[in-house]
Nanobody, 120 residues
Framework: QVQLVESGGGLVQAGGSLRLSCAAS????????MYWYRQAPGTQRELVAR???????NYADSVKGRFTISRDNAKKTVYLQMSSLKPEDTGVYYCNEDIMDGNLRFQNYWGQGTQVTVSS
């Protein structure tokens, strides 16, 4: 069974940095695009960044120049380096991945989420 486990969230002051990680485990043959989403209380989940298997990245306008998404295919891990954090970056951050499992099926998986709180 495929699982995604996030880590690295926490409480940080505005202007600070955090690095989130999301490790995939289970019967995985390949991972296509990897995503980071976030959800603040009372709002819809929004796409923050994504990275393709070939390393092409896209970012939400609100995080461009401050966040960097990267991946380590050997470790089946995606990262989100967050710098110059603002209070409006507060929320639960989720990784999401398109994974081909051991049964040769492409499915979309979500992690359990990790809380990021930025204090002013």
């Amino acid at each position: 069974q495929v699982q995604l486990v996030e880590s690295g969230g926490g409480l940080v002051q505005a202007g600070g940095s955090l690095r989130l990680s999301c490790a995939a485990s289970g019967r995985i043959l390949s991972i296509n695009t990897m995503y980071w989403y976030r959800q603040a209380p009372g709002t819809q989940r929004e796409l923050v960044a994504r990275i393709t298997m070939g390393g092409i990245t896209n970012y939400a306008d609100s995080v461009k120049g401050r966040f960097t998404i990267s991946r380590d295919n050997a470790k089946k891990t995606v990262y989100l380096q967050m710098s110059s954090l603002k209070p409006e970056d507060t929320g639960v951050y989720y990784c999401n991945e398109d994974i081909m499992d051991g049964n040769l099926r492409f499915q979309n998986y979500w992690g359990q989420g990790t809380q990021v709180t930025v204090s002013s």
